[in-house]
């Protein structure tokens, strides 16, 4: 991707967030490199799919899963050292 200065500090303070975070809940970013105005990240692998692709299988999510994910958000924010990341 090539990007705007103000665009790849937004993505580098995310990546330090990312690094910074010890939640299991949270994907991890193994990697990333800067080159010639592109920025690749090495992430890992979710092999159960994002929630995204999630919901276009269900198009909606039954309540006691979703109160799965709701107390993993709560989780990440707790674990992120009171940073305001969401």
Do not use: W
């Not at 010890?22 to 990697?31: A, D, M």
């Not at 039954?62 to 707790?78: D, F, G, I, M, Y």
């Amino acid at each position: 991707m090539n990007i705007e200065e103000t665009t790849r500090k937004q993505i580098v303070q995310e990546l330090k967030i990312n690094h910074a975070s010890q939640c299991p809940y949270v994907v991890v970013c193994y990697h990333a490199f800067y080159n010639n105005g592109f920025i690749s990240i090495v992430l890992e692998y979710m092999d159960g799919g994002s929630l995204a692709d999630i919901m276009k299988e269900l198009k909606q999510i039954p309540e006691p899963n979703l109160a799965v994910v709701s107390k993993q958000v709560s989780s990440t924010s707790q674990t992120s050292g009171g940073k305001s990341i969401m």
